[in-house]
């Protein structure tokens, strides 16, 4: 089975979730500092979990003639940069509904903690990929 990690990357925190078959479980999250350190910290996660595949949420937006607005243009700049520190393959999902789902399912838990938010829309992304 491949072992998957996937990216909500959020102007604060980076939720992560981790899969090795047919279901995604939150990870961690990191609290973002300097790019440098984020990226490091992300080559650490991929290690420890021996990843096969980085997923990374893509935040387009809803007009369909402009589906990559200033938010996805940040995403696919980290993309790349991470390309250059990792070397397993890197995939973009479209994530426009990940931190509502996640919020949704945590208010339903009765839980209402940020950082579990970004894990949780993190496992929502991947599960996305997961499926199609």
Request: net charge positive; charged share 30%; with cysteine.
């Amino acid at each position: 089975m491949t072992r998957i990690l996937a990216l909500d990357w959020g102007e604060k925190r980076i939720g992560i979730a981790y899969s090795e078959g047919i279901i995604a479980s939150p990870y961690t999250v990191i609290t973002r500092t300097r790019k440098k350190d984020d990226y490091a910290k992300i080559a650490k996660f991929v290690g420890q979990t021996e990843a096969e595949l980085l997923i990374i949420g893509l935040p387009c937006t809803f007009d369909s003639d402009h589906p990559i607005g200033h938010q996805a243009k940040r995403i696919l700049k980290h993309k790349r940069a991470l390309e250059h520190v990792l070397s397993i393959p890197i995939k973009l999902v479209d994530e426009r509904f990940s931190t509502i789902d996640a919020k949704i399912l945590l208010r339903h838990k009765g839980k209402k903690r940020k950082p579990a938010i970004d894990a949780i829309a993190a496992v929502v992304i991947l599960q996305s990929f997961l499926h199609n």
